[in-house]
């Protein structure tokens, strides 16, 4: 606990030091709720891919690339953001984006692209990874600390069956230890629920490695894609395959070699499969608070601190 404490803590201090200019566009102020809407990909440190992204990405680094922005859900709605997003871009040899997205970066840029009517920014708008990290990280936190209140039936490894018992808020919450999940060769999620929670826990740094299938869904919610979040929150490394739903591992490197189907939250990502745009429909409003103010950086730590000193010669 007191590592994830000094990342936290770490990526504050990335905002303040990395900050945009004072006359740089300013983006909002993003809650967890909104980053699973809005974006396919939040990834921390290195992004590496050889399959497509489907909606927006933000990364500290984009190191390689295929195609971005080639089918954007029409359910992830506006943003202030670009389709592409990076602090830094040290690598993207002739990358395609589609459907007139922008490539926005904060720091440098080595890359070249097939722009399809978008358009190459810079600081449009800044921004820190802080500006991600703090919401994300502070919902990995808070839904691993929630109660249970659905139950899973894992006697039978072809018929792993997750039975969804929402509360009155309509959010199903589910436990499971990663050594359990392992087990299982076909999953099956009974019953209904606006809002699925599953947290997959183990020893810190633990390497999960799916080998199963998402087999029969009863949700009459809607695709259960949409509906349901993986917390990984001790995870050191994910393989993933055909996966359905979103994945938060913020300490974790995630690499897949069939669609990811829902939002990504990842320390770094390897793709060798692609990533596809299901924004996240359910609501963990209750859970989440906002992350600092994109683009705020440097220029408002300056200001903050131009007061303290001012109060400070006052008093004396």
């Not at 040290?90 to 459907?99: A, H, I, L, P």
């Amino acid at each position: 606990m007191k590592l994830k404490v000094v990342r936290r803590l770490t990526g504050i201090g990335i905002a303040i030091l990395s900050g945009s200019t004072p006359f740089a566009a300013q983006a909002q102020t993003l809650t967890a709720q909104q980053i699973l809407s809005e974006f396919n990909a939040v990834v921390i440190n290195n992004f590496n891919s050889v399959a497509d992204v489907e909606g927006r990405l933000v990364a500290g680094n984009i190191q390689s690339g295929a195609t971005f922005y080639n089918n954007p859900s029409a359910q992830s709605g506006a943003s202030t953001f670009q389709a592409v997003n990076a602090v830094t871009i040290s690598g993207c040899n002739r990358c395609n984006v589609d459907n007139n997205g922008n490539v926005n970066y904060v720091t440098s840029n080595s890359g070249s692209y097939n722009l399809n009517g978008g358009a190459l920014k810079k600081n449009d708008p800044a921004f820190s990874m802080s500006a991600f990290t703090t919401p994300l990280n502070s919902l990995v936190t808070t839904l691993g600390g929630l109660t249970a209140n659905s139950s899973i039936n894992g006697s039978d490894p072809n018929n792993f069956t997750f039975n969804i018992n929402p509360n009155s808020q309509g959010v199903a919450i589910f436990d499971v230890a990663e050594s359990q999940l392992s087990t299982a060769a076909n999953l099956d999620f009974k019953g209904s629920a606006s809002t699925i929670i599953v947290n997959v826990t183990g020893a810190a740094g633990y390497a999960f490695a799916q080998n199963f299938n998402f087999n029969d869904v009863t949700m009459t919610a809607g695709d259960l894609a949409n509906h349901v979040i993986w917390n990984f929150e001790n995870a050191g490394s994910l393989n993933l395959k055909l996966w359905q739903g979103a994945v938060l591992a913020p300490d974790a490197t995630v690499t897949n070699n069939s669609p990811i189907q829902g939002s990504l939250y990842a320390l770094n990502f390897n793709g060798q499969g692609e990533l596809h745009d299901h924004p996240f429909q359910g609501s963990v409003s209750a859970f989440s608070v906002p992350g600092p103010v994109a683009g705020a950086g440097l220029p408002a730590f300056l200001g903050l601190l131009g007061f303290c000193l001012y109060r400070r010669r006052s008093a004396a």
